[in-house]
């Protein structure tokens, strides 16, 4: 066919290599149509996961996840101040601390006094006895361990606090009804010995009325004070070893009766140093710490064993005593010294620091002995003499009293009786009754009488009589029943107890 002339050709587009490389092929895809220039596509939108849950699931979820960030964002800066302020307690009690031990050992503002009697045997002590400086290293091993056994098992190994034993305090105070910080406290013998040190603060008279003020205040049982006792504790474990902190426990600890430290308390109930202690020993010492005066075996010996028993079977829990060990201390527990089983001096005691000097006796800041002139057997004879009239002679429930006292022809005090019942403090009939003699007085004006020649059968006129007492005008006595009966006897006169014959 003919090819017309005005008519275009067609166009046909070239062939290509048909062996185009991959990357090729994806650049000439990815481009656009004409005038595409090669560019490329943006990258597929990923596409969100669809949403699990409900709307409330959703809310609490997010509600959430926002107060653990609220919280755990303030929860560490909260622990870092406090970190701070506890190294900045710690710092300063550490460098105000003494690092003299001995210093630390004898923490009393007053001393003690100790009576000896005529025979120089000990029978009274007033205020604390401190038996002398000792430590963890000299006293008897059963001593060391039973104090670690019932006060803080695991002593050598904490810093200063039990975050456990604190713990566990709390709960069971909780399990009996009582607050979380009232009754068990949990505390480490660490903990202790800073209660004991009242946190370094000595005693001041201008701070506290007297020395049973400081002591309460020192106890305190407060949540705040047991947070401060925590970097002092802190502090005494940097300053100290263990056996050193346990050494100012067993100097400081109050052990009932006037002890002051486990050597005064030995000394006290056993009659020896608290080196030489047997393991029951030792577990009746240690069972006073939870309640001196409530378990102190001159108040309770029965109680006191009992207790012992309690301390003696945690010893053998943690392996301080084998069974062999821990049977035989069951068997024979301990008892009494002779000495600490006597009364603690009685009336006279009171008179001796009552009547002597301030210095010496109430206001002493040291340990003083001081010899009397009491006479023990006398003293007992009294004592029993006074009960067997009261027991015999008067009706019960009379308010009668009466108070005896025997002096040797020194003058030196012998015995006293001040009442049928001594109270520690107490009235002395003996020597503050401020009250006429009567005619209880007679004996001795008949027994000068005789020193002086007369005669138990010599006369005498009992009769009426007027004398004139200088300062006072005259003075006529009488008889108690009014009656004169004339010449008699001295014997007679005495028998009668007349009274114009005495005078």
């Known amino acids: 066919m003919a090819s017309t002339p005005n008519r275009r050709p067609r166009l046909v587009a070239e062939r290509r290599a048909s062996a185009a490389s991959p990357s090729t092929g994806r650049a000439r895809g990815n481009g656009g149509g004409s ?4 560019g490329k596509r943006p990258p597929p939108r990923r596409r969100k996961p669809a949403r699990k849950g409900n709307f409330l699931t959703r809310f609490f979820g997010g509600l959430f996840r926002l107060i653990w960030r609220v919280v755990w964002g303030v929860f560490w800066r909260v622990s870092v101040v406090v970190a701070l302020v506890m190294a900045g307690a710690t710092f300063y009690f550490y460098t105000t601390m003494p690092a003299d031990l001995t210093d630390m050992l004898d923490g009393r503002a007053r001393g003690s006094v100790t009576m000896l009697d005529a025979d120089g045997e000990v029978f009274a002590w007033r205020g604390e006895s401190f038996g002398g400086f000792t430590t963890a290293e000299s006293v008897s091993p059963h001593l ?100 050193e902190i346990l050494s100012i426990y067993i100097n400081r600890a109050f052990l009932g009766a006037g002890s002051r430290g486990f050597e005064a308390a030995a000394q006290r109930y056993f009659g020896h140093s608290a080196a030489a202690v047997t393991p029951q020993e030792a577990a009746m010492l240690a069972g006073l710490l939870v309640a001196p005066s409530y378990y102190a075996p001159t108040r309770n010996l029965e109680r006191a064993q ?56 109430r206001d002493t800041t040291e340990d003083v002995v001081i010899q009397t002139t009491l006479d023990q057997r006398i003293q007992h004879a009294a004592e029993e003499a006074l009960a067997h009239v009261f027991a015999t002679r008067v009706r019960n429930g009379s308010e009668a009293e009466a108070g005896i006292l025997v002096m040797s022809a020194d003058g030196a005090v012998r015995g006293m009786v001040g009442g049928r019942r001594y109270v520690p403090g107490g009235f002395n009939r003996a020597t503050q009754a401020r009250r006429q ?56 006169a005495l028998a009668r107890s007349q009274n114009i014959p005495a005078v």
């Open 35 to 38: 005038g595409g220039g090669g």
């Open 437 to 492: 003699t009567g005619s209880a007085f007679k004996p001795f004006v008949y027994a000068l009488a005789m020193d002086m020649g007369y005669e138990p059968y010599d006369l005498v006129e009992d009769a009426p009589l007027t004398l004139d007492v200088p300062g006072s005008g005259p003075w006529t006595p009488r008889n108690y029943t009014n009656d004169f009966l004339g010449f008699m006897t001295l014997t007679e």
């Open 144 to 243: 060391r361990n039973a104090i670690v056994a019932t006060e803080d098992r695991r002593f050598y190994w904490h810093m200063g606090v039990s975050p456990r034993g604190i713990a566990g305090a709390i709960r069971s105070n909780m399990a009996a009804g009582r607050g979380p910080f009232s009754g068990a406290g949990g505390s480490t013998i660490t903990q202790q010995v800073a209660k004991l040190l009242c946190l370094g603060r000595a005693f001041d008279p201008d701070i506290w009325d007297s020395e049973a003020d400081y002591e309460a205040d020192c106890r305190e049982g407060t949540l705040w004070r047991k947070i401060q006792e925590l970097p002092y504790a802190f502090a005494l474990e940097l300053r100290f070893t263990k056996n």
């Open 306 to 361: 009992e207790r012992a028993n309690v301390v003696l079977g945690l010893m053998g829990e943690q392996g301080y005593l084998n069974d062999a060990e821990l049977a035989q201390a069951r068997a024979a527990p301990a008892t009494l010294h002779e000495a600490a089983e006597t009364p603690t001096g009685g009336f006279f005691a009171d008179w001796v620091m009552q009547s002597g000097p301030a210095w010496l006796t």
